[in-house]
């Protein structure tokens, strides 16, 4: 009986030390204070103007657009200029979004491109890796931002490959902050910095095994990082959930995504949550068997938007959902939306789905999330709205806090057996100031249940 006074005398204990983490790091993000308003942002496909022409942008819906994107000319090592027939439109973006909306803040992205991969990732590897190019190239994309009238800038670097890679990526991203800064004194304004990363802080997909973003300089010198929590699944030859909030079976869920960069100890201040407006499709081995993990024969159709197989933009699939023969269905245990069609099988973030992810990042209390892309939006801007509703809606309520029990929601669930490149243990391990706290709740949470079942039980 001596054991119950003893129980609780440690679990209250243990709060008192999970408060005092969270203070910390909450008090070390309020003196950030790096924007003043948290982030509602949204890509913009330049390549897709035509379908999603900067005109349609409904512009009271985000708080920061990223023009995306131009490339690393390889030759001089300087942000490429887009062809000809795009230049108008890199030199008009800004100044029309802001007519619409001056409180907006826009970015430019320079991006490798996902179509030759290994052609930019070598430049950027490169440039990176040398001080004069990357004086050259932070010279010429502070020139393009400022002469174009954006007030930052994005690297989306997809993605650096080796430690080397990750070690010059350090070194750029601090070379570019005091560049930015220096040029902030001669300047009415200061450019914003940001990197488009990985969904997880240590790369799966790689042939070495100790490929880890470099978390400090990352902190210290970005305004934040977006991480792309989505694309878990393109490979599958199985149909999948491809962004799904939970996983129990994998690594690969947008929870874990947060959970890693949390862990390795971005503050949540700095990580700001990626949101897909596109589906996955496939084609079914058999049409019978239309479950999660079903058998398929291939990706589904090339699709007009994304110009890819199995990539359906959220507009192309409002289309399909027209016909009422579909059903939509929900899979509420990993946060998914799906349905099957004849032969084709479709999973993809829908207005529940995206509800459900804002709410865990402002749980999270991170600084914001993206959209990937908002070209893919239908036309009344649907997922925009719904994301932008649920954020500000629940952000200005003094009594967000805890209510719906989030913390409690499934943790990122082990690897699957095949993969032991990193734990979620491993990854907790490496962590600074954030993993006590996630150890102590689900602690103090095993604890809580085992005097349920003492009372229940004397
Ligand atoms: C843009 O979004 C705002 C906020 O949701 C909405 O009130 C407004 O009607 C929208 N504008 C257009 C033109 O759809
Ligand atoms: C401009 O954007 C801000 C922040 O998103 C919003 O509060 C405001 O209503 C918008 N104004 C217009 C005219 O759309
Ligand atoms: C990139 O290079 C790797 C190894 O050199 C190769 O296996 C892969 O197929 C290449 N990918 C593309 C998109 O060219
Ligand atoms: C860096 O690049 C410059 C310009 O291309 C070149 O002259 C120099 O040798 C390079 N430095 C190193 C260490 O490779
Ligand atoms: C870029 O380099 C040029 C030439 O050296 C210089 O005049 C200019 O001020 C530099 N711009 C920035 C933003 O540093
Ligand atoms: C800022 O202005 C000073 C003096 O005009 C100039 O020497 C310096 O190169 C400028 N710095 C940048 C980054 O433009
Ligand atoms: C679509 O992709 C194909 C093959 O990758 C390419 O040849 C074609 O030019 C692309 N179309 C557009 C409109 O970009
Ligand atoms: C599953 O999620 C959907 C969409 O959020 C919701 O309408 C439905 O009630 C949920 N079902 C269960 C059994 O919780």
């Known amino acids: 009986m001596g054991q119950l006074p003893v129980s609780l005398l440690l679990i209250f204990h243990l709060l008192i030390l999970s408060t005092v983490q969270h203070t910390t790091a909450q008090q070390e993000c ?27 942008i409904n512009t009271s819906l985000y708080s920061h657009l990223y023009y995306y994107s131009l490339s690393l000319d390889d030759t001089n090592f300087h942000v490429a200029l887009p062809p000809d027939d795009q230049l108008p439109l890199l030199a ?24 030759q991969t290994n052609i930019s990732n070598a430049a950027f590897s490169a440039m990176a890796a040398n001080q004069t190019l990357r004086a050259a190239f932070i010279n010429s994309t502070i020139e393009l931002a400022r002469t174009n009238a954006f007030d930052g800038l994005d690297l989306a670097w997809q993605f650096p490959s080796s430690s080397s890679d990750m070690a010059s990526l350090g070194i750029l991203l601090a070379e570019w902050r005091a560049h930015i800064n220096e040029e902030a004194q001669n300047s009415s304004s200061r450019l914003l910095l940001t990197a488009t990363v990985y969904f997880s802080n240590h790369l799966f997909d790689v042939p070495a095994d100790n490929v880890d973003y470099p978390i400090e300089a990352i902190s210290d010198n970005l305004d934040w990082a977006n991480a792309l929590c989505f694309g878990y699944h393109k490979n599958s030859d199985v149909t999948a959930f491809d962004a799904p909030l939970y996983d129990k079976s994998s690594h690969f869920s947008t929870s ?10 971005i503050p949540e201040c700095k990580l700001v949550m990626g949101v897909p407006l596109y589906g996955r499709s496939w084609f079914l081995r058999n049409k019978m068997k239309n479950e999660p993990g079903a058998p398929v024969v291939a990706t589904g159709p090339r699709q007009k938007m994304s110009n890819q197989t199995g990539m359906i933009a959220y507009s192309e699939i409002k289309e399909i959902l027209k016909d009422p023969n579909i059903v939509l269905l929900n899979d509420n245990q990993t946060v998914s939306a799906y349905f099957h069609s004849g032969g084709l099988w479709v999973s993809f973030d829908s207005l529940e789905v995206v509800e459900v992810k804002i709410e865990f990042a402002l749980q999270k209390r991170l600084l914001g999330y993206f959209l990937w892309p908002i070209s893919f939006d239908d036309s009344d801007y649907t997922l925009s709205k719904q994301a932008s509703d649920v954020w500000l809606r629940n952000h200005d309520s003094p009594y967000y806090e805890d209510v719906n029990g989030f913390e409690q929601t499934p943790s990122p669930a082990p690897l699957p057996p095949q993969d032991h490149s990193l734990t979620p243990s491993a990854a907790l391990s490496r962590s600074k100031q954030r993993s006590p706290t996630t150890h102590l709740s689900h602690l103090n949470l095993y604890i809580l249940l085992f005097l349920l079942f003492y009372l229940t039980t004397i």
């Open 92 to 115: 008009t973006f800004s100044t029309a979004v802001k007519a619409k909306n001056s409180s907006l803040k826009t970015l430019l992205s320079i991006a490798t491109d996902d179509c």
């Open 256 to 265: 874990y995504s947060i959970t890693s960069w949390l862990a390795a100890g």
């Open 30 to 56: 309020a003196s950030l204070k790096k924007v003043p308003h948290p982030v509602r942002a949204g890509y913009w496909f330049s390549h897709l103007a035509r379908y999603s022409p900067v005109s349609n």
